[in-house]
T-cell receptor
């Protein structure tokens, strides 16, 4: 079984540019989550999809962040325009059932650097 | 007060010793608790989940939960150098939609 796949693994962009991160969950996992870890801080929740619907987006920091999951398969997280404080590692996770009934399987993350 | 607190370490133990990792949480209504292991540059990997007070054992790992003290711990027996990693404590929020993570404790096991 393939794990959660994230692309790209690294991205370096300038302030003001746009970046799109992609996540392919484990096949058959309806639940998809985005998390972020900024330097020196804990991993923080951004949002949760169930299939193509946003179940909880309370962790999204502001309207520069847009997450989509068209068709309920892969998801994208777009940051536009990027700011310096957006630098960090963005993790995607998926699960068969929602918390706490099913463990979250994480991808390796995308390391975003905004200069 | 941070929602989930862990000592950042590093915690250094010799091979074969018991490593004890601790975590406290602030939401008294929390019901679900998880320990993840993360190697540098890799994804967090679930080691243990615990939902009831007491101990839960899985191989060399034992999770302990005390809801009255709002405390959860992870014991690693017979520590191996391959156990060297960052251990993340996570608590599910009351809505069950998200995990709240601590910053993690770095464990170093020397051979």
């Amino acid at each position: 079984e393939a794990g959660v796949t994230q692309f790209p693994s690294h991205s370096v962009i300038e302030k003001g540019q746009t970046v799109t991160l992609r996540c392919d969950p484990i096949s058959g996992h309806d639940n998809l989550y985005w998390y972020r870890r900024v330097m020196g801080k804990e991993i923080k929740f951004l949002l949760h999809f169930v299939k193509e619907s946003k179940q909880d987006e309370s962790g999204m920091p502001n309207n520069r962040f847009l997450a989509e999951r068209t068709g309920g398969t892969y998801s994208t997280l777009k940051v536009q325009p990027a700011e310096l404080e957006d630098s960090g590692v963005y993790f995607c996770a998926s699960s068969q059932a929602p918390l706490p009934n099913s463990p979250l399987h994480f991808g390796n993350g995308t390391r975003l650097t905004v200069t | 007060q941070k929602e989930v607190e862990q000592n950042s370490g590093p915690l250094s133990v010799p091979e074969g010793a018991i490593a004890s990792l601790n975590c406290t949480y602030s939401d008294r209504g929390s019901q679900s608790f998880f320990w993840y292991r993360q190697y540098s540059g890799k994804s967090p990997e679930l080691i243990m989940s615990i939902y009831s007070n007491g101990d839960k054992e899985d191989g060399r790992f034992t999770a302990q939960l005390n809801k009255a003290s709002q405390y959860v711990s992870l014991l690693i027996r017979d520590s191996q150098p391959s156990d060297s990693a960052t251990y993340l404590c996570a608590v599910a929020n009351q809505a069950g939609t998200a995990l709240i993570f601590g910053k993690g404790t770095t464990l170093s096991v020397s051979s």
